[in-house]
Every structure is written in structure tokens, then in C-alpha cells.
């Protein structure tokens, strides 16, 4: 199995940007497609992005698809969610999981601990 740890979480101001990185150990990771989820206070998980095994076919919520990036370094063991323009509406914790096969909106197997991302106006 694969453990999944995320960092680079923070505070910033609306407008700003900030980069989450996601490291994982334990397994290749090109085993695995990717994804990024987010829970706002007093809601549930929503999915956010997810990537496919190499990269090159990645998936948006509809809220984030203009101002989110997703991307994976899979010789690092690394994959990472850039986020732009960022509103108070994105404030969350942000959690990355991974799944073996293809990538869904929903059903993940491994999960990182989240990490804090709180946008002031």
C-alpha cells in the first residue's frame, strides 16, 4: 500500500496562490491515479482533481477547472495541487488520495492526513 503525506498548506489573502504537494511512500506511485479533495467547515468531502497514471489526462471540479492545477512527478514520488486566484470559498482542509486503476470523482483506497488552507478577504 501507499502512505500519502500532504504539505504547503497555510493562510493567504483572496487572490493569492498556493501550492499543496502530496508525498507518497511505500509503493511506485505510477501505480496509482491521484486525486485532491477538500472539506469546509460544517460540509462534506468534495472531490476537487484527479490525474491519471502518467499525467496526461487530469479532471477538474467545476468550481476550481479555470484557477487549479493538478500534475504528479512520479520519479519523485510527488504529486502537487496549485491553486490561483484563490476566494474564502476555497477555504478547507485539502486531502490527497490515491486509488490503483484509473481515476474517479469519489472512490479513493489511501488518504493523506489534510492540510489547512484558510483564504481571507
Known amino acids: 500500500q501507499v502512505q500519502l503525506v500532504e504539505s504547503g498548506g497555510g493562510s493567504v489573502m483572496t487572490g493569492d496562490s498556493l501550492k499543496l504537494t502530496c508525498a507518497a511512500s511505500?509503493?511506485?506511485?505510477?501505480?496509482?491515479?491521484l486525486a485532491w479533495f477538500r472539506q469546509a467547515p460544517g460540509k462534506g468531502r468534495e472531490f476537487v482533481a484527479s490525474?491519471?497514471?502518467?499525467?496526461?489526462?487530469?479532471r477538474y471540479a467545476p468550481s476550481v477547472e479555470d484557477r487549479f492545477l493538478i500534475t504528479r512527478n512520479n520519479a519523485m514520488s510527488e504529486f502537487y495541487l496549485r491553486m490561483n486566484r484563490l476566494s474564502p470559498e476555497d477555504t478547507a482542509i485539502y486531502y490527497c488520495?490515491?486509488?490503483?486503476?484509473?481515476?474517479?470523482?469519489?472512490?479513493?483506497?489511501?488518504w493523506g492526513q489534510g492540510a489547512q488552507v484558510t483564504v481571507s478577504s
Open positions: 511505500g509503493r511506485p506511485l505510477y501505480l496509482y491515479a
Open positions: 490525474i491519471n497514471w502518467n499525467g496526461d489526462s487530469a
Open positions: 488520495a490515491a486509488r490503483p486503476g484509473e481515476p474517479t470523482d469519489s472512490a479513493y483506497d489511501y
